[in-house]
């Protein structure tokens, strides 16, 4: 067998791979006899199929599986040995797109083009500055968020009026003859959306009933259909004018800044005045910032090493691969989106290289504290925030069974130690910034 390499410029080259009767002729007999040896046919004994019929029905296509698989093997062993840094995989040559006639030629020549990962310079230095924002935890966003726990942790209580955001409960009955009856139904008058109907729950107490137009008050189907706890189609039968007999009238109130709430946000004695809570509620605000800084600096960090590096890459062989790799791709949306794929191209050559030449490393007790701090935090997004370790440390490890998931968190770990690692290394050009401006930030990357 015979491989060359011809190279077209730095980015692009075609490989060409030659196969003689030679290199596939012994295999393929083999493997002929072997299905000669388990063939069965009617009219002969098994093992007895003769040669000639045996080949007539299996050397074509057990000719094409051998021949690919030499081509294939060969061809990687071929950019291996040569220590070739390819990009994607290797295509088929554009110009060369002979179908092989496999019922009468004895050698066969396949051309490939492959794209060459470029040289380029990724080092960094203190000389290297990169904006760093510190995000200030201001004095109004910390009372902000000390309302919304207030609120997080309030309840509904009977108030003996209704004024205009209440909630009613009651019974309701449809203002016509076997009209329909609902029971236990519960209505937020500020979220009635007519005005007309909303006053005339002002003032009332339970015991009142009150007839309104239903179909004014929530003119959604589907609010109404909820409401009356029927089906959707079913509204268009139901009269307008509903009464409803109050049972009782409810107002919602905020949870009182005082001990009781302290100890169901942090814990019993955890926390013992208003001035610990604030400072809890700032301290949380600050890591969650501090998040936030982090990504920001990723990002630009990110943009800033792409650019500096100054990376050529074969776009043209690149766009032919990801059309060719992904079904739901097409060569026109390529052309639209390729600069950030061209990106992420560099990126990830980028990391290699930072990788190799700094030692960076995840290690299985880095990847699994990583992905517990990740598990934990997702639990506490949905508002479990009393699940014991053993239970979120269970969760991690079927996570990381996972080879996907496993992959796809320690290249997330990696990135955030390449991270680090520039965060260490070059200079910060540290900026004061408020949450507010810190936001507009990405509104002006858009």
Do not use: C
Not at 135 to 154: A, H, N, P, Y
Not at 324 to 347: G, H, L, M, V
Request: overall charge negative; charged content about 40%.
């Amino acid at each position: 067998m015979n491989i060359t390499k011809e190279l077209i410029d730095d980015l692009n080259a075609v490989v060409t791979v030659k196969v003689e009767e030679q290199d596939y002729q012994e295999k393929v007999e083999g493997i002929l006899k072997d299905y000669r040896k388990t063939a069965s046919m009617k009219g002969f004994r098994p093992g007895k199929v003769p040669v000639g019929m045996i080949r007539k029905m299996y050397y074509k296509p057990v000719l094409v599986d051998e021949i690919n698989k030499l081509v294939s093997e060969n061809l990687m062993n071929f950019i291996r040995n040569e220590k070739i840094q390819i990009l994607g995989e290797p295509m088929p040559n554009e110009s060369d797109m002979k179908i092989p006639d496999f019922d009468n030629d004895k050698e066969y020549s396949f051309k490939f083009d492959i794209g060459i990962s470029p040289e380029f310079d990724s080092d960094i230095s203190e000389k290297d500055k990169i904006v760093f924002y510190n995000i200030k935890v201001e004095d109004e966003v910390v009372e902000e968020q000390l309302d919304e726990v207030s609120k997080r942790f309030g309840e509904l209580k009977p108030v003996e009026k209704a004024s205009k955001d209440e909630l009613i409960k009651g019974n309701l009955r449809e203002e016509k003859p076997e009209g329909l009856y609902v029971e236990d139904v519960s209505m937020s008058i500020d979220m009635m959306k007519d005005e007309k109907q909303k006053k005339l729950f002002a003032g009332k107490t339970a015991g009142e009933k009150v007839i309104f137009n239903i179909k004014k008050a929530y003119p959604s189907d589907s609010e109404l259909a909820a409401l009356l706890k029927i089906e959707k189609a079913k509204i268009k039968d139901i009269a307008d004018s509903f009464e409803i007999e109050i049972k009782e009238v409810l107002k919602f109130s905020k949870h009182e800044i005082n001990q009781e709430l302290f100890d169901k946000v942090y814990g019993e004695g955890v926390v013992k005045s208003l001035e610990e809570f604030k400072a809890k509620i700032a301290g949380e605000l600050q890591l969650n910032y501090e998040r936030e800084s982090n990504y920001k600096f990723a990002l630009d960090s990110k943009e800033y090493i792409i650019k500096k590096s100054k990376i050529e890459l074969p776009s043209e062989f690149l766009k032919r691969w990801i059309v060719a790799a992904n079904e739901n791709i097409t060569a026109e949306s390529i052309e639209e989106d390729f600069k950030n794929y061209e990106d992420e191209f560099k990126w990830q050559l980028i990391k290699n290289k930072m990788v190799k030449a700094n030692n960076i490393s995840v290690s299985e007790e880095e990847l699994f504290e990583y992905a517990f701090i990740l598990s934990r935090n997702q639990f506490y997004q949905y508002g479990l925030t009393n699940i014991p370790d053993e239970h979120i440390e269970n969760y991690t490890r079927e996570q990381l069974a996972k080879p996907e998931e496993a992959r796809r968190l320690r290249e997330q770990k990696f990135d955030e130690k390449i991270i680090a690692f520039m965060k260490e290394t070059v200079k910060l050009d540290k900026k004061n910034i408020s949450m507010d401006k810190f936001r507009k930030l990405f509104e002006e990357d858009k």
